[in-house]
């Protein structure tokens, strides 16, 4: 049964809600494994943001998952149309539902829902593609999850490891924290015990003064036995204060070294707490969310729990660091000289947590969002920075101004190396590259997002050797600066984002993506911007392009999958304990073809994503297997049975192999992409009466029927009968023709009599030249010539071959 949360919390009554106000839906795929897994419900529960909460999701389950997200363009303003219209029906939804809540026991429910209803209403006031943008980023995350759950379950044990090496983490510094803010209390008290002993001490001294003064006056006086008998109380008594100041002046000089020594012990184990903040659980972030470039499932609550731990740090140094002034002030109020042997620390600590403090400072201005790393020129794009100590050091209160840039790898390198020169140094000019940080006291954040920058100049370095466009790497800059403290400390604070390649035209992306697959794969923490190896293991290379294909299609490589893979970088070798260097992937080309492995896989992909994903996810595509195994497949099965496998001759298709009449087995001509934009696979599976049975043994209709499209009327509005088109195999492929001896890939053809093309087998040698030059084209030319003539010779009909 699932279970309602608001908040985190499960309310009373669960059931009565359940059968009195939610109806059931047969078709909750995406929500129902989200409740009926515990894992995923609780790592989702982090996910979901005030203005659209985890309540507002289960109760409009159902409506959520119907609507059509991935129409709205949430960085295009002609949407915003479409999304206050459609956000509008989800508050009339709501309101419904909290209407319905009238019962007492279920008032804590209704008036949560009322307050979801109020957010969402801001929110939709202030930006409603802003929101939209929000739901489908938490949609797209529990489909990750889900994803990545049931990848992990074939590991659960190495999975279950990592929780809890995390969750070790995690109470380890936690733990840290506590006792720090446990030792900063006691210092604090030693410190006032120690300012109020000084200020004894002082008025001690007074006193000591006062009778000193007081035997000067009676010294000019003439000898009498009062004045004498004065003059010896008078005596007595300074000879009693000065040896309570003695005494105090001791105890002050050891509550002052004894201070120190706490201060010392306490610097010390921020150090520590630092450095596993920073240099591990912060570099760790930072590393997972360069993976996440290529697919990677990032857990956003840890950037929530890194600010948290920043902060607490923050505030510790920043309270020590006080202390340590004010011990420093009192010393200044009263020096006591140090026995020899001893010497006063605190200058050195002081200088020591101004230092940590600095350093924690400039090490949390983060890009939190990176800005695409197929970075097209002219383009729209975005990119978001957070500082994560900002609200706690009051940063806000005199909000800084960020500026971006872009620069090169060796600016890079440059700026590493603190070059003085370097901060000013750009390679290209970016529009709308400045903006304020702002603050969100909801939750503490302090960041800037940048959301219409524009590059609108590239300045190329020079080529080394082969190197084509698409292989150089640049980065944008983000510089800043803010005072803490009342202007006592001034920080200059920078970040780089991730690297990016910059194209000019479509054709490059292809090529650049395989840059930065592999920059983000085998970057390592510390390096040289932006040195990466040359060749790499094979079975990391798989991770990573399971990874990607994953993310991209909704399910994974299998090991089969990989195997067939591999095959296509090693030309059949075993690639256990290989290595994969860059232009195997993506610079030579495959033998016997036109394009590289990367150009292949990659189509493969788009292909995937764009027209066969719920196909794929369904495990109706095997995909990644060879002619030949197919044949040896299909061989001996009964007539009719088929399967669907990617081509390997020709770049983003899929063909169709079957069993015939004689048990041959024959082979469609690949379907591509402009082939699935007139007419999708599952219909054109449907039109195919020879393909009965899915291999290995599932019919057909069982298979493909939700997929296909419903037929629509014959005769339109205005009188005209609306053809239809439908995928046909010759007659000769169908009946076992005897002449038909060898088993060419016959093209599927239109009963619109549509001509007979060859098969991706039988291309001409001159069309495949023309694609692989075309690419060299684009990744070799300079930008300007790229934009134009490439353009042209795409447009011209002299090229169609």
Known sequence: MSVPIVNGDMPNNVEKIEQRYLPRYPNMSQWAKVQQSPAIFRQMQTYYPPCFPMEVRYFLCQWIEEQQWDQIDENNPSFVPIAEKILMEMLDLLRQKAEELTSQEFFIIRIKLEESVQRIDVALKRNPLELVQIIKNCLSMEQRVIEQAEQSSKQPQKMEEFMDDQQNISEKIMTEIQSLTQRTKITEADSKNLQ??????????????????????????PNTKEKIAKEIQLRTQKDQIDNQLSGLAQELLHLRMELSRKYEQTIHSLQELQKEILDNELISWKRRQQLAGNGLLMDNSSIETLQQWCESLADLIWQNRQQIKKSTQLQQQLPIKFPDGEEDILPRLNDTITGLLSSLVTSTFIVEHQPPQVLKKDARFGAVVRLLVGGK???????????????????????????????????????????????????????????????????????????????????????????????????????????VVVTVHGNQECNATATVLWDNAFAE??????????????????????????????????????????????????????????????????????????????????????????????????????????????????????????????????????????????????????????????????????????????????????????????????????????????????SGDPDMRQPFSPEAEYESNANSVLSSDELDDGAQMYAINLQQLTDYMPDDIVETDVQQLLESQQFNF
């Open 196 to 221: 109020h002993k000084q200020e004894s001490f002082i008025i001690r001294f007074s006193d000591c003064q006062k009778v000193t003064g007081q035997l000067q006056q009676i010294a000019q006086l």
């Open 393 to 499: 050091l009051n940063v806000h209160m005199n909000p800084p101004q960020v500026k971006a840039t872009i620069i090169s790898e060796s600016q890079a390198k440059d700026l590493l190396r603190n070059d003085v020169k370097a901060k000013s140094d750009t390679s290209g000019d970016i529009l709308n590259n400045t903006g304020i940080m702002e603050y969100q006291p909801s939750n503490g954040q302090l960041s800037i997002s940048f959301r219409n920058m524009q590059l609108k100049k590239i300045k190329r370095a020079d080529k080394k050797g082969s190197e084509a466009v698409t292989e150089e790497k640049f980065c944008i800059l983000f510089q800043s600066e803010f005072s803490v403290g009342g202007n006592e400390l001034v920080f200059q604070v920078w970040t780089l984002s991730l690297p």
């Open 525 to 734: 923490p510390g390096r040289v911007p932006f040195t990466v190896p040359d060749q790499v293991e094979w079975r990391l290379l798989a991770d990573q392009l399971n990874m990607k294909f994953m993310s991209h299609t909704g399910k994974g490589l299998s090991e089969t999958n990989l195997s067939y893979i591999a095959s296509k970088l090693f030309n059949n070798k075993d690639p256990n304990s290989s290595f994969v260097t860059w232009a195997q992937f993506n610079k030579d080309t495959l033998p016997g073809r036109s394009f590289t492995f990367w150009e292949w896989f990659y189509a493969i992909q788009k292909l995937t994503k764009e027209h066969l994903k719920d196909l794929w996810t369904d495990e109706a595509i095997i995909g990644f297997v060879s002619k030949n195994q197919a044949q040896d497949w299909l061989s001996n099965k009964q007539s009719g049975t088929f399967l669907l496998r990617f081509s390997d001759s020709e770049i983003g298709g899929i063909t169709i192999a079957w069993t015939g009449e004689r048990s041959e087995v024959w082979n469609l001509a690949p379907f591509t992409t402009k082939d699935f934009n007139i007419r999708g696979l599952a219909d054109r599976v449907k039109d195919l009466n020879s393909l009965v049975t899915l291999f290995p043994n599932k019919p057909k209709d069982s298979v493909f029927s939700k997929y296909y499209t419903t037929t629509a009327e014959n005769v339109n509005n205005d009188g005209y009968i609306r053809p239809h088109l439908k995928t046909t195999i010759p007659d000769q492929y169908n």
